[in-house]
């Protein structure tokens, strides 16, 4: 259960640090340069946090109790080859439709 | 705004249009998700208002339903966003002459889509004068942003209906597979992923889920050094 002081105090924080973000260079910095090691590291911020995020709730899931499952992985590795070859929705559908499909033929 | 604007705001919205596929599902999935997490249909709203980005959303769910401290909710959802600081960079020699109350709007809807399509549009038509880029922009932005709001409110609603068999829950790392996989477009981009995955198995020990900000700052060292490795062979 996520309770209410905690859902409030992420969301109004996340809220206003997003915020922030996107205006950084529009409304505070103005037009001025990101020096290119600053860049090259933020190019790279969200594919090194989404695999790690990703990487427990695959390998160890919290509903059959932190047991591997190996349906998960390879509804993920569906996901991620349909992901790189088409797009995100293809990659969505083809990562629930394996997950179904290999729970409905071995349970 | 003049005439020939309003048709530069059109020519933004309608070249911005085709990504409602894309926008539609995973609004709805973000409320379908986030009811099954746990929250209450305004709660959703709220979130889905006051932050409007997809993706730290997702994070920040996923992390509080493991009851990770804040400050490690926060750093992971945020630095999901930090890409969009590059976007502001961008995006200011082209918008910065607007009134400041304009680029704050723009600031809080910025999305990836109407960001991409706009740099791509400014660089083609280098005349385009500083009221039509920004006409252009928000046309843009008019495409997908409030569908955002109204798509995660449809997936909170009908989420409620769908069953456990379902496994909801597995469309949380489904959906960010996802998004990840279409990213991995350089080899410095496989090989912070490839970091990423790695350092958070090996980093599971640490106390406060601090593993999730390990694994993302080793992973984005590793990037940016895969890349300055590859311009320094390029340039040998």
């Known amino acids: 259960m996520?309770?209410?002081?905690?859902?409030?105090?992420?969301?109004?924080l996340l809220g206003i640090g997003t915020f922030l973000i996107r205006f950084s260079f529009l409304g505070l910095l103005g037009d001025r340069e990101l020096p290119e090691w600053v860049s090259a590291h933020l190019r790279y911020t969200a594919v090194a946090i989404f695999p790690a995020?990703?990487?427990?709730?695959?390998?160890?899931?919290?509903?059959?109790?932190?047991?591997?499952?190996?349906?998960r992985l390879v509804a993920a590795l569906a996901v991620f080859l349909v992901g790189l070859k088409f797009n995100t929705v293809f990659a969505i559908i083809?990562?629930?439709?394996?997950?179904y499909f290999l729970r409905y033929f071995w349970g | 705004m003049q005439h020939s604007n309003r048709r530069v705001f059109w020519h933004g919205f309608l070249?911005?249009?085709?990504?409602?596929?894309?926008?539609?599902?995973?609004?709805?999935?973000?409320?379908?998700?986030?009811?099954?997490?746990?929250?209450?249909?305004y709660e959703v709203m709220a979130m889905s208002v006051i932050v409007i980005a997809g993706a730290s959303q997702f994070t920040a769910v996923a992390l509080m339903q493991e009851q990770a401290p804040v400050i490690v909710i926060l750093l992971a959802a945020l630095a999901v966003n930090l890409r969009m600081a590059m976007y502001s960079a961008a995006l200011a020699?082209?918008?910065?002459?607007?009134?400041?109350?304009?680029?704050?709007?723009?600031?809080?809807?910025?999305?990836?889509?109407?960001?991409?399509?706009?740099?791509?549009?400014?660089?083609?038509v280098p005349d385009m004068t500083?009221?039509?880029?920004a006409a252009y922009y928000f046309g843009a932005l008019t495409a997908v942003a409030p569908l955002w709001y109204i798509c995660t409110f449809v997936g909170a609603v009908i989420g409620q209906a769908i069953p456990p068999i379902f496994a909801l829950e597995f469309a949380v790392p489904v959906c960010f597979i996802a998004m990840t996989a279409p990213m991995l477009h350089s080899l410095p981009h496989v090989v912070?992923?490839?970091?990423?995955?790695?350092?958070?198995?090996l980093f599971q020990w640490m106390p406060y889920n601090l593993w999730l900000i390990a694994a993302g700052l080793l992973a984005m060292m590793a990037g940016a050094q895969a890349e300055f490795h590859l311009k320094r062979k390029a340039a040998a």
Do not use: N
């Open chain 1, 53 to 71: 995020l990703v990487t427990p709730l695959v390998l160890w899931p919290d509903v059959t109790g932190g047991e591997f499952d190996p349906k």
């Open chain 2, 192 to 201: 912070a992923a490839f970091v990423s995955v790695l350092a958070a198995m």
């Open chain 2, 15 to 41: 070249d911005c249009a085709p990504f409602t596929i894309i926008v539609v599902p995973y609004a709805m999935l973000f409320g379908v998700v986030a009811r099954d997490a746990g929250l209450a249909v």
């Open chain 1, 94 to 99: 083809a990562g629930m439709g394996t997950l």
């Open chain 2, 93 to 124: 020699p082209h918008l910065g002459h607007l009134r400041l109350w304009a680029r704050a709007v723009l600031a809080y809807m910025m999305v990836d889509q109407s960001f991409a399509l706009s740099v791509r549009k400014y660089a083609q």
């Open chain 1, 2 to 12: 996520i309770s209410q002081s905690l859902f409030w105090t992420v969301t109004i």
């Open chain 2, 130 to 133: 500083p009221a039509a880029k």
